[in-house]
């Protein structure tokens, strides 16, 4: 079965490759719905008798595609910029909204500080030093998939609190 596989990838990659990226249209998600693709059909190959594989790669590659899309949509929901209290910066902020400010900071700050170690070095990685979710990945050891977890995890932390401390 594993002779199929190799056979499957070497003449299929490409082809797969170029599936993705119509979807996705990102480079990293496309090297992971590659990946998750044959993970997926190795892991098939050992219960499923497997007639056409071809037909079978790609439609596994279909389900593969509609998750990461799916994904996408609720990332891209959560991450929006929310512009409530976002209003044009003033070249002299009155005092008390400075103080209001810096509360809030400390707030936000002790926020992430409650988070778990990891959770924490993720969202500082993403948010303050603006890398990428492979980037981090990668520098952390670990899988984009738990860097998106932690990302999301620690959004959400910091949306309750703030939800707390303004309403």
């Not at 219960?47 to 899309?69: C, D, G, K, M």
């Not at 005092?95 to 809030?104: G, K, L, T, Y």
């Not at 993403?126 to 990945?137: D, M, T, V």
């Amino acid at each position: 079965m594993t002779d199929m596989l190799h056979s499957l990838h070497a003449g299929e990659e490409k082809r797969l490759h170029r599936f993705f990226h119509r979807r996705l249209k990102n480079r990293d998600d496309v090297a992971d719905a590659t990946q998750e693709t044959f993970l997926r059909m190795l892991e098939a190959s050992h219960a499923t008798l497997i007639e056409n594989p071809q037909a079978y790669l790609f439609q596994v590659a279909r389900s593969v595609a509609r998750v990461i899309l799916i994904r996408q949509t609720r990332e891209q929901a959560m991450f929006a910029p929310d512009d409530a209290g976002m209003e044009e910066p003033d070249e002299f902020p009155l005092p008390d909204r400075i103080v209001n400010a810096r509360q809030c900071l400390l707030i936000m700050a002790k926020a992430i500080e409650a988070l778990p170690t990891r959770c924490q070095q993720v969202f500082i990685l993403s948010r303050l030093r603006g890398l990428s979710n492979g980037e981090i990945a990668a520098e952390l050891g670990i899988s984009r998939n738990m860097v998106e977890k932690h990302i999301i995890k620690a959004l959400l932390h910091c949306r309750k609190v703030r939800a707390e401390i303004f309403f």
